[in-house]
Nanobody, 118 residues
Framework: VQLQASGGGLVQAGGSLRLSCAAS????????MGWFRQAPGKEREFVAS????????VYADSVKGRFTNSRDNAKNTVYLQMNSLKPEDTAVYYC????????????WGQGTQVTVSS
C-alpha cells in the first residue's frame, strides 16, 4: 500500500486545515487508517483513525471535538478535517494503514507539516 499525504500548511490559531491521504496499491488489504503526528523533540503520537469501510472512528482526547475523520470511497482517500487549531497542534502529520486489527500500522505516508501560529 502506498500512501500520499497532503494538505498541511501554516494557519493562525483558531483556523482550519484539511489533510488528505490517498491510498494506492493493495487497497483491499487495508483494515484501518490512522493519523499520527510528531512535534519537534517529541515522540510520535496517535491522533485519529477510521476503519477503511468508513465506520469506527477514534480520536485522541487532545483533538476530540475539533478534528473529524472521513473517507471518500471513490477516491480511496481519507481526510482529517482540523478545526479550532491550536499552536500545540503544530507537528508533522502522517497517515498510516493497518492491515488488520492484530497488526500494527505497516504502511506510512511521507508526512505533511502543519504549523499553527499564535
Amino acid at each position: 500500500v502506498q500512501l500520499q499525504a497532503s494538505g498541511g500548511g501554516l494557519v493562525q490559531a483558531g483556523g482550519s486545515l484539511r489533510l488528505s491521504c490517498a491510498a494506492s496499491g493493495r487497497i483491499f488489504s487495508i483494515y484501518n487508517m490512522g493519523w499520527f503526528r510528531q512535534a519537534p523533540g517529541k515522540e510520535r503520537e496517535f491522533v485519529a483513525s477510521i476503519r477503511w469501510n468508513g465506520s469506527g472512528t477514534v480520536y485522541a482526547d487532545s483533538v476530540k471535538g475539533r478534528f473529524t475523520n472521513s473517507r471518500d470511497n471513490a477516491k480511496n482517500t481519507v481526510y482529517l478535517q482540523m478545526n479550532s487549531l491550536k499552536p500545540e497542534d503544530t507537528a508533522v502529520y502522517y497517515c498510516a494503514a493497518q492491515p488488520n486489527t492484530y497488526a500494527g500500522y505497516t504502511s506510512w505516508g511521507q508526512g505533511t507539516q502543519v504549523t499553527v501560529s499564535s
